[in-house]
Structures are given as structure tokens and as C-alpha cells.
């Protein structure tokens, strides 16, 4: 925000660090169990960093790889808007 690139940045790192922790608990769990209610799957997972089961819903899964993606596209959008002002302003752009 210091270099008026908006409170859209505080926001922006806010969220990223929330789906971060998320892909966190996500990719350090591991399988364990696979059961079946009324002919439909259902998965737990143990993380081991926290010692707890969580049910895993393979549409939350396709939910948060989406919300990670459209985070990386606007941190994208940041980094070309902060590269441009800082060519514009004579700042140095580290490569």
C-alpha cells in the first residue's frame, strides 16, 4: 500500500496466506481411511503436523486448486502493475 498499489494488497496477502494453510493441511495429510454411505465414497485423511482426521470432499479439493489459481492470477496482475509503475517511476525492477 506504501508504493499506491491500493488496499487491494493487504487483501490479497491476506487470502493467499488463508489458502496456503489450506494447501498446507491438504498436501502434508496423508489417506486412511475409504468408506462407503449409501453407495457413495467417503475419504479421511490425517494430518500429522496437527494430529487430526479431516473428511476429504473431492469438490472442495477442485474448490480450493481454483481459488489458488485465480490468487496466483492476481498476484500476477499485481506484479505486472508494480513492474510497470516502477519502470514508469525509475525504480529498480529486480528481474
Known sequence: ???????????????????????????????????????????EAWHAKSDTMWPVDPSGLYDLAD??????AEVTGLTHAWEERAERDGWPVVP
Do not use: W
Not at 493467499?16 to 454411505?37: D, G, Q
Open 1 to 43: 500500500e506504501a508504493f499506491g498499489l491500493g488496499p487491494d494488497v493487504i487483501r490479497l496477502a491476506d487470502n493467499a496466506s488463508l489458502l496456503l494453510e489450506e494447501r498446507h493441511r491438504v498436501v502434508h495429510s496423508v489417506m486412511m481411511i475409504e468408506t462407503r454411505a449409501a453407495d457413495e465414497p467417503l475419504y
Open 67 to 72: 481459488r489458488i489459481t485465480q490468487c496466483a
